[in-house]
């Protein structure tokens, strides 16, 4: 199943797009929603957005968006949301005010909303990436407000490093005291031609 | 319920009113396509204002008010004042001084003017986002598109910008506008096309200082942009 049906696809490819991004943060006691617009935004339900006419705070400026890969046999990414805001904005302090429990772990999901010249929606939302958010920083910079940085996960991403591990006899017994899968490994040797068929 | 900025009072000498959002270059692809991405949604309203101050009485209003804005935390509303913001009325009223129905004027001598008021509704109601209306003027009007007017909101006053005419019947137009509708309208909810004006706050990296050349003038120049944190409905 594509994410784009051809006709998407092709207003998708248009010299000038009108486009916002959609941010959803599902924390276990409340939701986030805010996009990348000016004003609020009424989306309708689907398998994300589980509230119909779910109402997005529109961030514009003050929201900055990292870039986000496509995992393909990459390093896991690890991305950085930043919301900015003056002391006003209570939407962005209601993130701020969220225990870090809260926060560790909550569903973040980024999607995707195109509009035509008249500012209308063409299609309905797509969400394209959904990761897990992780540590919350919360940063007042000279100038007033306050500037929160959200580091999110995606589901590759760990924690922690895993250990370097190796294929020797010792390794594998650690892990499976009577596997002797490896235990000829040390006779083996790198970059050693093995002719074939034996002359 | 906001403050209105007085600018007629405070001496207002320069605006420069625009929207805050901007286009840009997703570079070239391998399909030799470029593309220009706008994400703004429509774009905020922003405004900058100039002032004189020359007296004592100009010096202490303008930091009243600058106190009351409270470096951008406290909305107020802006009205615009400026070339190209009235709708002209097809019949002009005429703005000739007039008296008492007595033909008894102000002690000083001063008479009445006459403000042209242009009232109009919206004519069906329209969602949230909507970048067209139908809207119903009670005397004859011509549009020509860059009219401003506004609609009080629950949370707020907006202002909004005629983009073009779709079409015309006698006094009911459907237009275009600008931004998108900041909340859902019913029929009959009142247009003010006679003092366009708009919530906005100070914007972060206006300098909130009055700055005195000689001690004895500025002109002193403020940033706001729109106010758009939700606020109980009033």
Redesign the interface.
Known sequence: MTLFTAQEAESLAQENLRVSILFRLEMSTSVLRVWTGTGPLKIASDGIETTDLAEYYGAGEWMSLPVIDALLSGTAQRAEFTLSGADGDSEIFSLADADADEVRGARLNIGVLLFDADWQPIFSQRWLWEGEADTLDISRPSAGGRILTLSVGSAFTGRRRAVSAYYSDAEQKARSSDDLFCERVSLMKREQNKPWPRV | MAQRLPVEEMKLIDSAWGK??G?VS?GRALSG????????????RRAELSFLIRTEEDARRFRAYLDRMD???EPIEIPYKGLGGKVPLTTPISTELITFSNGATFENGAKFQISPVVPATIAASAA??A??IDVRFADPVTIFGGELFSIVHPTGVRLYSIHSIVSQSGSDYTL?IR??L??AVTTATEIDFDDPRCLM?LQ??SFSVLGLTGLRRASPRLAFI?H???QAAS
């Open positions: 805050v959002g286009t997703a396509l470029s593309q220009a991405v706008t994400t703004t949604g429509g774009g905020a470096d951008g935390s949230l986002r970048t067209q275009k931004p998108p900041r909340e706050r972060d990296e729109e758009l944190e939700p």
